[in-house]
């Protein structure tokens, strides 16, 4: 836990721009990253309130500017998300192989962890004060939004 | 096997003009609906070709175009596929808690239907042949194209 390396830090550090200015447009802070061999080939945050949106979590905002990706490409990416993966995003990190998810926090919400995990998948928590606190301030002003993105 | 009510064959047949339409447009021929009492609030196809899109199975499509719906309309929904939701889409009906699927056919795919079974959804199995031979042609010309879209 925290123990992130220097690439990990940087890359989670660009998550949480994406969700960062996901909140400055009005929207639930959550950002992803797709990296693969040392670059950022997709980014993205949630866009619920923005595009109206049910299936635009910052994973999948992700992978969908990251556009159509060879098979090998996935196999050898890292997904970052400042927060654990829903059923939704974990589920896309499974059907395209994506063997590494580097998670900012799953204290205000946790995904199938331990279902990934064994599917195969490598999740390396950061816990990341930011990403935390992030959700937290979220959750409290707006928990109706935050249900819903979880279908609560 | 082959039998479901004559709702769920209205719905089916809904599912099966949208592969159809995909088809047509040089997609991916997959199609859902999303069913809430009785009446389709989405529909849709893979657009991954049309759009250049990782993310818009069917499914994916169908909830998109659906809008944000509120938790109690996804728990008392049915989703129909014209195949076997995927990791991706099967999540999906998981984060929302869709308490139904019915599945067109699952023998040229087939996903996590033991997993999905286990989180407490139905899955109505329709074993249609008009389905499966949409599958099984469109295999046999895009082999390449079907096996980026399962991420193979």
Redesign the interface.
């Known amino acids: 836990m925290g123990m992130l390396s220097d690439a990990d830090e940087k890359f989670l550090q660009e998550a949480i721009s994406e969700a960062e200015a996901g909140l400055a447009e009005g929207g639930i802070p959550i950002g992803s990253v797709l990296v693969v061999e040392g670059q950022i080939v997709g980014r993205g945050h949630n866009r619920?309130v923005q595009q109206?949106?049910?299936?635009?979590h910052a994973e999948?905002d992700a992978?969908?500017r990251?556009?159509?990706?060879?098979?090998e490409d996935?196999r050898r990416a890292t997904l970052y998300s400042t927060l654990s993966p829903?059923?939704?995003?974990?589920?896309?990190a499974?059907?395209?192989?994506i063997p590494r998810v580097v998670i900012g926090e799953n204290r205000t919400f946790q995904g199938?962890e331990a279902?990934v995990r064994s599917r195969g998948v490598e999740l390396v928590m950061a816990d990341d004060p930011r990403c935390r606190r992030l959700m937290e301030d979220f959750i409290a002003q707006r928990p109706e939004l935050w249900?819903?993105d979880?279908?609560?």
């Not at 499974?94 to 192989?97: A, D, I, R, S």
């Open positions: 619920r109206g949106s049910a299936i635009l999948m992978l969908e990251a556009g159509r990706l060879k098979a996935y829903c059923d939704m995003c974990s589920g896309t499974l059907l395209y192989g199938p279902y249900n819903e979880i279908g609560v």
